[in-house]
Each structure stands twice: as structure tokens, then as C-alpha cells.
């Protein structure tokens, strides 16, 4: 008996909610589970990225140093002479530190991208590099820093406008160079 009472409950429980409409309201915008738009300056990140590499491996100064954007706020990398965290800080001091990289012959190989969900606007790769000072300081040919580079774009997609490692402590430090 108690088996068919419940079983009667649901059923009329069921025809029930089948038969509630809830109105909609005119000005209310209805959810939707839809992706977030597309945004098209992000599809130029890998174009601008691989453009501002070739130029630095190429030593031309002019076209990688055009693709700085004129807001650049914030970048770091490994200086391998001092041993140390070169910071840079605005654009004048990207223009420093290409003109340095360049004359040291300074050279990125990108071996893959790597996932950053944690920041936006950006792009991280994992990179084996080369240069006059790692030579002469780690007697190597390269080096694979142990973080990714980030590469950080305007909102236009076209030019970078912070470089960093994603350093494992909230200061970088020179051991995630090697």
C-alpha cells in the first residue's frame, strides 16, 4: 500500500510541474551557457610573438623593437652575466635591454606553448636559449630555464607589452634561469 501511495504522489506530482509556465519577463536578458566571445586580437598573439623572436635571433634591432608597445609596464629576464634578474620597466628600458640581448647574441628557441590560465592577454612558452654569456658563464652551448617565458600583448594583439618569466616565488630569482 505505502509503495502505490508514493507511487501515486509522484505521478501527480509530476503532471503537476509539467503543467506550471512561468511568464517571462519582457526585460529581463534570459542566461545562457553560451563561450565567451571570441576576442580577434587574441589571434595574433602567436604572430606578433613569433615575429618579435625572429627578429631578436636575427639581430634586427628596428623590427623587434618596433613590436614593443609604446606602454610596455613590466617585464624581467635572466641576466646570465651578472648572474642576476635584469628588471625592466617601461619601453626605454626594453629598448636597453633588446640592444644588450642583440649585441650579446642572444637566441630563443621555442620548444612548445604552455598553458596560463591564470593571466590574461598572454601567452607562455617554454623556450631553450642561447647567447654570448651563457656560453662564457655555464661553459654550455644553452640553457632551458626552468619557468616559462610569458609574453604579455596589447589590447590591439600587435606588439608585446610585458615580458617575464613565471617565476616560482613572488620575487624572481636567478636559480629559475638554469
Known amino acids: 500500500m505505502a509503495r502505490s501511495s508514493l507511487l501515486a504522489l509522484c ?7 509539467s503543467s506550471i509556465t512561468v511568464p517571462l ?30 627578429a631578436l635571433d636575427a639581430g634586427q634591432f628596428g623590427p623587434a623593437y618596433a613590436l614593443i608597445d ?3 609596464a613590466f617585464g624581467g629576464d635572466c641576466d646570465y ?22 649585441a650579446d647574441h642572444d637566441r630563443i628557441d621555442v620548444l612548445r606553448s ?4 591564470s593571466r590574461e592577454r598572454v601567452i607562455g612558452l617554454e ?9 662564457a658563464a655555464e661553459h654550455t652551448a644553452s640553457v632551458r630555464p626552468r619557468v616559462p617565458l610569458i609574453l ?6 600587435r606588439r608585446i607589452a610585458g615580458l617575464a618569466f613565471a617565476w616560482s616565488t613572488p620575487v624572481g630569482t636567478f636559480a629559475d634561469c638554469l
Open 70 to 72: 609604446e606602454h610596455f
Open 114 to 117: 604552455v598553458d596560463v590560465p
Open 127 to 135: 623556450i631553450e636559449r642561447s647567447s654570448d654569456s651563457i656560453r
Open 11 to 17: 505521478l501527480a506530482l509530476a503532471a503537476c510541474s
Open 25 to 54: 519577463d519582457p526585460t529581463r536578458t534570459p542566461r545562457t551557457s553560451a563561450p565567451t566571445p571570441f576576442d580577434e586580437s587574441s589571434a595574433l598573439f602567436s604572430d606578433t610573438a613569433r615575429a618579435f623572436i625572429a
Open 152 to 157: 604579455h600583448f596589447s589590447l590591439d594583439g
Open 81 to 102: 652575466e651578472r648572474r642576476s634578474i635584469w628588471s625592466i620597466s617601461d619601453r626605454d628600458s626594453a629598448r636597453n635591454w633588446l640592444q644588450v640581448r642583440i
